[in-house]
């Protein structure tokens, strides 16, 4: 896994799902890959211990190839200090296949109006070492740095590594370019990245590296990712984790259900995606001699307008999408980080004078340099900052899951990917090692209240701040927008007041709690 070993502690069941992953070989089973039910296998000693929270409260974002600030611009660390991601991507997604890490700009071929953008500067403005000596320097893990493999010759491909190493930046993460045109696993891309990786152990052997996975979008219908994924499994000696890029529901999914059930669709989709992605990718690489990779779900977000309409096109920037974000990452937390281990949520901010990604970031910044004062946010970007202050604000860096005590909430039916149902209350509890300051964060789909016991620590010796988003379709401010940044009070200290969403504050001691209708609830003591 990406993060820092841990002791496993199976007696604590860190990891409560109904199964975790067992840590057999092929030959110990002979249950079917297609069994996507019960994704976990047959019961067996947890191997899931808590996930530390860097990586997956991240985002994928294009500093300098599309939002064309220099990595040191008052705004662009502005942004980076609000939201505390704990890691980024460099340079982005599919920009990465038309990127030069040598001299930090688009391929000299690439004529688009990003590429020209960036000629703008001079050379060496959007550098890998300029990246770590402006914004790269705030974060909290090393950034994720994404290689050309598409469009630089053989020759170049190998020199990025040489210039990472150069510049002396961390290289703890790397990936292997981006969304291949065609599918996943196509033969000269397996045969493109062997001298590239061998390299790579060569120059730096403790770096983990990816390759890429799947990438459709579920509304296009899902792609043979079984025997892609199979075919990936015969180069497992060149790759650590596998990348998925998951982008749902779009709204012909949501409309598949009766107009009262969308809103709990919307939420449960990453439950059963994810369940779906890990169980693929466990039962195809079982057979390896390296085991079962992590997922790096490098890219998350509800669908784009490649399926006709952006999702909730009237509440793009509202507490549904907010709701989104956090039911990838408690969905995430409760497969634990041996099966995701890191989560980048795209998009982290756009420019007004770009409309590359402007449909899916959550902060709006200046076209013109050093200006933070005009940067705008959304519900998205609020929603994110309460949980990332909980895990780096609080120093509350564990994760681990609350569905064994959130069990008796029930179920609601949902078919997706095989799935039936998906839990009515999912959570997961933010805590750490050296104090007994937790955070409990609990997601209702379901659009009824569910009243359930309130799985923290210690409910005897102290009473919990509460604070609950409402995604409900009558709840006022659901919609959200944007607001600008500065007339916002508490921003480093969530709830925040005078934000996007009105948030509902109160405490509470002891006993049941009442859980909104498609709401998320925190409570931190």
């Given at each position: 896994?990406?993060?820092?070993p841990?002791?496993?502690?199976?007696?604590?069941?860190?990891?409560?799902l109904?199964?975790?992953?067992?840590?057999?070989?092929?030959?110990?089973?002979?249950?079917?890959?297609s069994?996507?039910?019960?994704?976990?296998g047959?019961?067996?000693?947890p191997?899931?211990?808590?996930?530390?929270?860097?990586?997956?409260?991240s985002?994928?974002s294009?500093?300098?190839?599309?939002?064309?600030?220099?990595?040191?611009?008052?705004?662009?660390?502005?942004?980076?200090?609000?939201?505390q991601?704990?890691?980024?991507r460099?340079?982005?997604?599919?920009?990465?296949?038309?990127?030069?890490?040598?001299?930090?700009?688009?391929?000299?071929?690439?004529?688009?109006?990003?590429?020209?953008?960036?000629?703008?500067?001079?050379?060496?403005?959007?550098t890998?070492s300029?990246?770590?000596?402006?914004?790269g320097?705030?974060?909290r893990?090393?950034?994720?740095?994404?290689?050309?493999?598409?469009?630089?010759?053989?020759?170049?491909?190998?020199?990025?590594?040489?210039?990472?190493?150069?510049?002396?930046?961390?290289?703890?993460?790397?990936?292997?370019?981006?969304?291949?045109?065609?599918?996943c696993?196509?033969p000269?891309?397996?045969?493109t990245?062997?001298?590239?990786v061998?390299?790579?152990?060569?120059?730096?052997?403790?770096?983990?590296?990816?390759i890429?996975?799947?990438?459709?979008?579920?509304?296009?219908?899902?792609?043979?990712w079984w025997?892609?994924?199979?075919?990936l499994?015969?180069?497992?000696?060149?790759?650590?984790?596998?990348?998925?890029?998951?982008?749902?529901?779009?709204?012909?999914?949501?409309l598949?259900y009766p107009?009262?059930?969308?809103?709990?669709?919307?939420?449960?989709?990453?439950?059963?995606?994810?369940?779906?992605?890990?169980?693929?990718?466990h039962?195809?690489?079982?057979?390896?001699?390296?085991?079962?990779?992590?997922?790096?779900l490098?890219?998350?977000?509800?669908?784009?307008?490649?399926?006709?309409?952006?999702?909730?096109?009237?509440?793009?920037?509202?507490?549904?999408?907010g709701?989104?974000?956090?039911s990838f990452?408690?969905?995430a937390?409760?497969?634990?980080?041996?099966?995701?281990?890191?989560?980048?949520?795209?998009?982290?901010?756009h420019?007004?004078?770009?409309?590359?990604?402007?449909?899916?970031s959550?902060l709006?910044?200046?076209?013109?340099?050093?200006?933070p004062?005009l940067?705008?946010?959304?519900?998205?970007?609020?929603?994110?900052?309460?949980?990332?202050?909980?895990?780096?604000?609080?120093?509350?860096t564990?994760?681990e899951?609350?569905?064994?005590?959130?069990?008796?909430a029930?179920t609601?039916?949902?078919?997706?990917?095989?799935?039936?149902a998906?839990?009515?209350?999912?959570?997961?509890r933010?805590?750490?090692?050296?104090?007994?300051?937790?955070?409990?964060?609990?997601?209702?789909?379901?659009?009824?209240?569910?009243?359930?016991?309130?799985?923290?620590?210690?409910?005897e010796s102290?009473?919990y701040?509460?604070?609950?988003?409402?995604?409900?379709?009558?709840?006022a401010?659901?919609?959200g927008?944007w607001?600008l940044?500065?007339?916002?009070?508490?921003?480093?200290?969530?709830?925040?007041?005078?934000?996007p969403?009105?948030?509902n504050?109160?405490?509470?001691?002891?006993?049941?709690?009442?859980f909104?209708?498609?709401?998320?609830?925190?409570?931190?003591?």
């Amino acid at each position: 896994p990406l993060f820092e070993p841990e002791e496993d502690q199976p007696e604590k069941r860190c990891c409560c799902l109904l199964r975790c992953f067992p840590r057999h070989s092929a030959a110990e089973t002979q249950r079917h890959p297609s069994n996507y039910r019960q994704p976990h296998g047959h019961p067996s000693t947890p191997v899931c211990s808590r996930s530390a929270v860097i990586l997956i409260c991240s985002f994928s974002s294009r500093a300098g190839a599309v939002v064309n600030l220099t990595f040191d611009d008052a705004s662009v660390l502005a942004a980076i200090d609000l939201l505390q991601p704990g890691s980024l991507r460099y340079p982005g997604g599919s920009v990465a296949n038309s990127w030069n890490i040598t001299n930090g700009r688009w391929v000299d071929n690439e004529t688009n109006i990003y590429a020209q953008r960036t000629r703008a500067y001079p050379p060496g403005t959007f550098t890998p070492s300029k990246y770590m000596s402006g914004l790269g320097k705030r974060l909290r893990a090393a950034p994720i740095w994404n290689l050309n493999l598409m469009t630089l010759t053989p020759a170049q491909q190998l020199e990025q590594l040489d210039v990472l190493q150069a510049d002396g930046v961390p290289v703890h993460y790397l990936e292997l370019g981006n969304e291949i045109v065609g599918g996943c696993a196509k033969p000269d891309y397996l045969q493109t990245i062997i001298p590239v990786v061998k390299k790579a152990r060569t120059l730096f052997p403790q770096a983990k590296i990816a390759i890429i996975g799947y990438w459709y979008s579920y509304a296009q219908g899902l792609p043979d990712w079984w025997t892609c994924c199979t075919e990936l499994a015969k180069y497992r000696d060149y790759f650590d984790a596998i990348t998925v890029h998951q982008y749902a529901p779009s709204n012909q999914t949501i409309l598949l259900y009766p107009p009262d059930q969308w809103r709990t669709a919307t939420l449960g989709t990453a439950w059963a995606l994810l369940r779906y992605h890990a169980t693929i990718v466990h039962w195809a690489m079982i057979n390896t001699t390296q085991g079962v990779p992590p997922i790096w779900l490098d890219e998350y977000n509800w669908g784009g307008n490649w399926t006709g309409q952006v999702t909730w096109p009237e509440e793009t920037h509202g507490a549904l999408r907010g709701l989104l974000l956090a039911s990838f990452i408690i969905s995430a937390a409760n497969l634990g980080q041996d099966v995701f281990s890191s989560l980048n949520y795209y998009s982290l901010f756009h420019q007004n004078s770009s409309d590359w990604s402007k449909w899916a970031s959550c902060l709006d910044v200046p076209d013109t340099a050093n200006q933070p004062d005009l940067i705008r946010v959304d519900g998205v970007a609020q929603v994110f900052t309460h949980l990332t202050h909980l895990a780096f604000g609080r120093g509350l860096t564990h994760l681990e899951s609350l569905q064994t005590q959130l069990s008796a909430a029930g179920t609601v039916p949902l078919n997706l990917v095989n799935s039936t149902a998906v839990p009515c209350l999912q959570g997961m509890r933010f805590s750490s090692d050296t104090a007994s300051a937790e955070a409990v964060v609990v997601l209702n789909v379901c659009n009824r209240a569910v009243p359930c016991a309130v799985p923290v620590a210690d409910a005897e010796s102290a009473s919990y701040r509460v604070h609950q988003y409402s995604a409900a379709a009558d709840a006022a401010g659901v919609v959200g927008g944007w607001v600008l940044l500065r007339s916002i009070q508490h921003t480093h200290s969530p709830p925040w007041v005078g934000g996007p969403l009105p948030v509902n504050s109160t405490t509470w001691k002891s006993g049941h709690w009442d859980f909104l209708p498609l709401s998320l609830t925190i409570l931190e003591n």
